[in-house]
């Protein structure tokens, strides 16, 4: 096979797909962008790789549709370094360069006419979105990656330093300068607004150097009781979360490391009761993925849009295996029903699989 297409990723009303096509050639390889018609299957080539290099590991791109119409965003490894671009989805045209740096983290506001950008050190906010438009932006050493906007656009979640603390903040999308503390947090954090706008999951790390999350919670905007998940020594570590579509339910991946595996954990939104659906290796797919689970989550989707299933791929964990006999070798994709009164379904071996958005 001197070709293949890798990480396919839906357009908002389910009509198109985007991938990575890569084309092995006897002097290396050829890497380009290809949307596709999810009815026919035709193809047009939006964006051919002057340098074959990655973005990271196993990703020769990350590619993000806009939430509404037919803009596409990708990350590309240019010879002037990590590049976003966006797409007009108009057939011919090229795509221009919104900003080059790394590391580079962003995300459309729900109307797709601004972008959150997290380009080192700087926080951006970019509407209209062009590569030498007006913006604002300031400075934060928080160590985090994904920007999170609300909802309704109006607001911006992020992580700054002041004299003595760490903490999580909300600002105006209009005004970046007068930033609202919501909560205290640890070295590392990661957070996403619930679908809703009401609160803010959150999970964080008291311990710079670990890579995981030790504490999971709920923040509500209001000034409300936190609603803790998981926290504490005794608890499972937590490396990646996801909102469900309506914002009822929580799930998100923690780790046992006594069987040095992962376990998909659901929760509804008011932190009631936990279910443990699933323990799984990922695919390496699925493992970048988890990696940067707070970026990923905008693109790629693992719940169903009815909020009643999570997809996964990979193998199956030594509980799963305990509990459901023998299984396929290799990564395989399965269906998880979120309130565990079914068991995984095997939907056939592959390395990543996502729902579209309708």
Excluded at 198 to 222: E, I, W
Aim: proline letters at 6%.
């Amino acid at each position: 096979m001197n070709e293949y297409y890798t990480w396919p990723t839906w357009s908002a009303d389910g009509t198109k797909l985007a991938v990575s096509k890569v084309t092995l050639e006897t002097d290396g390889s050829d890497i380009s962008v290809e949307v596709m018609d999810s009815m026919t299957g035709r193809s047009e080539t939006i964006y051919e790789n002057g340098l074959a290099g990655l973005v990271a590991e196993g990703a020769p791109h990350y590619i993000y549709w806009a939430p509404t119409g037919d803009q596409l965003s990708f990350l590309a490894s240019t010879p002037e370094g990590l590049s976003l671009f966006v797409w007009d989805g108009v057939t011919g045209n090229s795509p221009g360069v919104i900003d080059r740096g790394a590391p580079l983290y962003y995300q459309w506001s729900n109307d797709a006419q601004a972008m959150a950008i997290h380009l080192g050190p700087e926080i951006i906010w970019a509407k209209p979105l062009m590569k030498d438009g007006p913006r604002e932006s300031f400075r934060s050493p928080g160590n985090f990656r994904a920007l999170a906007i609300s909802p309704d656009g109006a607001s911006l979640a992020y992580v700054d330093e002041g004299d003595s603390e760490i903490a999580l903040y909300i600002s105006a999308t209009n005004n970046l300068n007068q930033g609202k503390k919501l909560i205290e947090v640890g070295p590392n954090a990661a957070f996403m607004w619930s679908p809703d706008g009401t609160q803010l999951a959150v999970a964080d790390q008291s311990n710079p150097r670990a890579p995981l999350f030790d504490r999971l919670m709920l923040v509500p905007l209001d000034g409300g009781l936190v609603t803790t998940l998981t926290s504490g020594a005794g608890s499972s570590e937590v490396w990646a979360f996801f909102w469900s579509p309506a914002g009822d339910k929580l799930a998100w991946v923690s780790v046992n490391a006594q069987e040095q595996e992962l376990e998909w954990v659901v929760s509804p939104s008011d932190g009631s009761d936990n279910k443990r659906l699933f323990s799984f290796q990922p695919s390496s797919e699925v493992f970048i993925m988890l990696s940067f689970f707070d970026q990923y989550a905008y693109s790629h989707s693992p719940w169903s849009p009815d909020g009643k299933w999570l997809v996964v791929a990979g193998t199956k964990g030594k509980v799963a295996l305990r509990n459901n006999g023998r299984t396929p070798t290799g990564d395989r994709v399965y269906v998880l029903d979120v309130e565990g009164d079914e068991g995984p379904c095997d939907l056939g071996a592959g390395v990543l699989a996502v729902w579209s958005w309708n």
